[in-house]
């Protein structure tokens, strides 16, 4: 009985301290699809306005370690559309004017993730990098009939149309959060939490995602 319990022994230490100094090596890889809800601060006629709308995103990523990982992706927002105020002078008084605003974001971003457990089902991630965001604006006003209070009497006056068109591009940090889920050995669901930073909070976006290993 101790001869066979010593070859017992003497069989499975060798495995066993193999398996402690050459773990499996895991995918180094990976792509997701997600969708979500974008919030962003537009600057409307006259104000600063936080718009919210839909979004969908792909992502790709490339582990340089088990923790450290470099992601690049892409994201499109559904166009923001609201009816805004002007404030028009005209025959030396005040009046407004409605107008349609409508903006649209798309972005590329880069970020470096760190990653936390190795080869668990919930592995928590924090990140930070830089998006550059494409806005295309545009404001969009009809003719109108108007009044002005101008030396104690209400004055008619007519608003021409008006169109307007703008895209800017700009940079701007983000910093990231959320947990990789796995579901399958190599499938999983991600769901996340990001801040744009430019003077301040600017763009805050929570999303959740489909992906795969490889």
């Not at 022994?9 to 100094?21: F, L, R, S």
């Not at 002007?86 to 903006?103: F, V």
Request: with cysteine.
């Amino acid at each position: 009985m101790r001869v066979l319990l010593a070859v017992l022994i003497c069989g499975v230490t060798p495995a066993w301290a193999a398996a402690q100094t050459a773990p499996p090596t895991l995918p180094r890889n990976d792509i997701i699809v997600s969708s979500g809800w974008a919030g962003a601060e537009h600057a409307t006629p006259g104000q600063q306005r936080w718009h919210g709308n839909l979004l969908v995103g792909l992502s790709g990523g490339r582990y340089w370690t088990d923790h450290l990982k470099t992601e690049v992706e892409a994201s499109w927002n559904s166009p923001q559309k609201q009816q805004v105020h002007e404030t028009i002078e005209r025959q030396g008084g005040y009046t407004y004017a409605l107008s349609d605003y409508r903006a649209h974001d798309t972005r590329v971003g880069v970020a470096q993730l760190y990653q936390f457990g190795r080869n668990e089902w919930v592995h928590p991630y924090v990140g930070i990098g830089a998006d550059i965001v494409r806005r295309a604006t545009s404001l969009e006003r009809l003719p109108q009939f108007r009044t002005v209070f101008v030396q104690n009497r209400n004055v008619p006056v007519d608003i021409p149309g008006a169109s307007e068109r703008k895209t800017m591009v700009f940079a701007q940090a983000v910093l990231k959060t959320g947990l990789k889920m796995y579901v399958g050995e190599r499938t999983f669901f991600n769901t996340e939490l990001k801040f744009g930073v430019r003077r301040d909070v600017d763009h805050v976006v929570w999303k959740i995602g489909m992906g795969v290993d490889f």
